[in-house]
């Protein structure tokens, strides 16, 4: 029932995701000629508010449940599992108090409406995984901004989506850079569920009734930990929620 319900409604879906990526691309140029950087986080926090409906027209619904008081004087590393695309709206809008960026494939910043733009401008890193070195001086450069703006990024430390919900090993990279640039960042851990299953049979058609999940958990204070250790912890911990329901 899940799937054929979720094929009827599929086409909607993509009629409403791509609809706010094309209207929200003049809107964030705007935003980011006429008010810079502050005014284009808004229409981003707004774009992924809207991308976020779209998942509700195919009937998936999300929660996200943050009961952690995480401080915004600081860098964060949000360290997560991943399992879709679908992951990334609800990650920028729910944490957009502490300004997430994103590591991504330099690809995507061309031709994609809206998200190339906010690729390009937005504050991330992007990178050419051909290329190790423009990758790290990337993800350097960000680490630096993290830690001048207390800025946030979001790390999916497997490098590939999981298309089962089983977690691959987090690798170590992508976080230890960033701590060399912004030593005091603060480690939280993140634990998707079942966004995997919403894109069990591609992204063309889509499953309903699916509940994504996303749990901030416990944060970890990296100083005084060697760097393997802070990652198998955080991945221990992500591994117990979000493998929890998984046969």
Same mark, same amino acid.
């Given at each position: 029932m899940k799937r054929i319900i979720g094929h009827i !409604?599929? /086409?909607?879906?993509?009629? =409403? $995701?791509?609809?706010?990526?094309? &209207?929200f691309q003049p809107i964030q140029w705007l935003c980011y000629k006429l008010g810079g950087y502050k005014a284009h986080k808004v229409s981003v926090d707004a774009l992924n508010f809207c991308l976020m %409906?779209? #998942? #509700? !027209? &195919? !009937?998936? %619904?999300?929660?996200f449940k943050n009961e952690q008081n995480l401080p915004t004087d600081r860098p964060i590393i949000f360290v997560a599992n991943h399992q879709s695309m679908y992951d990334i709206p609800p990650l920028i809008y729910f944490?957009?108090? #502490?300004?997430? @960026? $994103?590591?991504s494939k330099i690809e995507l910043t061309k031709n994609i409406p809206s998200i190339s733009f906010?690729? @390009?401008? =937005? *504050? *991330?890193? +992007?990178?050419d995984r051909s290329d190790k070195k423009q990758s790290l001086g990337e993800i350097m450069k960000l680490g630096q901004r993290m830690k001048d703006n207390n800025w946030s990024t979001v790390i999916? /430390?497997?490098g590939t989506r999981s298309k089962n919900g089983k977690m691959k090993e987090f690798q170590i990279g992508g976080i230890a850079t960033i701590?060399? @640039?912004? /030593? +005091?960042?603060l480690i939280v851990p993140i634990a998707i569920e079942n966004s995997w299953k919403m894109v069990? #049979? *591609?992204l063309l058609w889509l499953n309903s009734f699916i509940p994504l999940k996303f749990t901030v958990l416990t944060p970890i204070e990296p100083a005084g930990k060697d760097i393997l250790e802070? &990652? @198998?912890?955080?991945? +221990?911990? %992500?591994k117990a929620i979000a493998e929890r329901n998984l046969s």
């Open positions: !409604l599929s /086409p909607l879906h993509h009629i =409403g $995701f791509f609809f706010f990526l094309i &209207v %409906i779209s #998942y #509700y !027209l &195919v !009937l998936d %619904i999300i929660s944490l957009r108090d #502490y300004h997430a @960026k $994103f590591i906010n690729l @390009k401008y =937005g *504050g *991330g890193a +992007n990178i999916f /430390p497997e701590l060399k @640039k912004a /030593p +005091n960042a069990e #049979y *591609g802070l &990652v @198998k912890e955080a991945e +221990n911990t %992500i």
